[in-house]
């Protein structure tokens, strides 16, 4: 499985509070974003259906499809 990178701009003080969620939640700030990414997309899905293709939201973020 291909692992991306995506850079993003946030405010310092969103970015200390993320982090300190995520610490009370005993994980990085990177791993916490990807249980909110999850948490996002399944939410989608549960209103709107499924995602068709590869890209499932208890995995990993994958590339886009071209």
Request: glycine content about 4%; hydrophobic content about 35%; charged content about 40%.
């Amino acid at each position: 499985m291909a692992i991306k990178s995506v850079s993003i701009r946030i405010e310092e003080e969103m970015l200390e509070k993320l982090a300190y969620v995520a610490d009370y939640e005993g994980r990085s700030v990177n791993s916490h974003v990807l249980v909110l990414i999850r948490d996002s997309i399944k939410k989608f899905e549960e209103k709107n259906g499924e995602i068709e293709g590869e890209v499932k939201p208890d995995l990993n973020v994958k590339p886009t499809r071209k």
